[in-house]
T-cell receptor, first 112, second 111 residues
Framework: DAGITQSPRHKVTETGTPVTLRCHQT?????MYWYRQDPGHGLRLIHY???????DKGEVSDGYSVSRSKTEDFLLTLESATSSQTSVYFCAISDSPPYEQYFGPGTRLTVT | AQSVTQPDIHITVSEGASLELRCNYSYGATPYLFWYVQSPGQGLQLLLK??????LVQGIKGFEAEFKRSQSSFNLRKPSVHWSDAAEYFCAVANTDKLIFGTGTRLQVFP
């Protein structure tokens, strides 16, 4: 299995609070991705990174920001969490798109 | 715009029966296609991929998929389903440096 970890694995937070999710890889892959998974929607891309400090938006980027200061870490921040951001968040990595992506175990976030 | 359609939200089969999960894509150029599986509470695992060449590709866990350009399809098949195959299955197409996923098909297996 690809070396991808996500932290925390579970989090409950209140509306309006900031939240940061971390994705860490040990594969030295160039690309990293953040998705959210919701019933009936499959996986939707939030943001992705194609190198240190190089990021771009996905289809559902509103309300989210990302940072990548090191190859191995990709952070997803919800500046002010809302109930609509309750979801399961997955990180993925890829060496050379359009090749396959490898996924982390996910973070279940609940915003009350 | 590129898209992936999985028309079956939920499929139920008996253990030992054959399986076919449907996937249709919309993409202008030669597509790179993938099937992933997600067991409950887990991340996604790559089952197989198609980039070029032989249109019948073999994957892990006894799965195979056939690329049919004329039908814009990439259906996943397995000759005999095991109870452990119960999971959600996602088809995806590569779009430059991103993947576009279908909404998934949940497979239930009865003994």
């Amino acid at each position: 299995d690809a070396g991808i970890t996500q932290s925390p694995r579970h989090k409950v937070t209140e509306t309006g609070t900031p939240v940061t999710l971390r994705c860490h890889q040990t594969e030295n892959h160039r690309y990293m991705y953040w998705y959210r998974q919701d019933p009936g929607h499959g996986l939707r891309l939030i943001h992705y990174s194609y190198g240190v400090k190089d990021t771009d938006k996905g289809e559902v980027s509103d309300g989210y920001s990302v940072s990548r200061s090191k190859t191995e870490d990709f952070l997803l921040t919800l500046e002010s969490a809302t109930s609509s951001q309750t979801s399961v968040y997955f990180c993925a990595i890829s060496d050379s798109p359009p090749y396959e992506q490898y996924f982390g175990p996910g973070t279940r976030l609940t915003v009350t | 715009a590129q898209s992936v359609t999985q028309p079956d939200i939920h499929i139920t089969v008996s253990e030992g029966a054959s399986l076919e999960l449907r996937c249709n894509y919309s993409y202008g150029a030669t597509p790179y296609l993938f099937w992933y599986v997600q067991s409950p509470g887990q991340g996604l695992q790559l089952l197989l991929k198609y980039f070029s060449g032989d249109t019948l590709v073999q994957g892990i866990k006894g799965f195979e998929a056939e690329f049919k350009r004329s039908q814009s399809s990439f259906n996943l098949r397995k000759p005999s389903v095991h109870w452990s195959d119960a999971a959600e299955y996602f088809c995806a197409v590569a779009n430059t440096d991103k993947l576009i996923f279908g909404t998934g098909t949940r497979l239930q297996v009865f003994p």
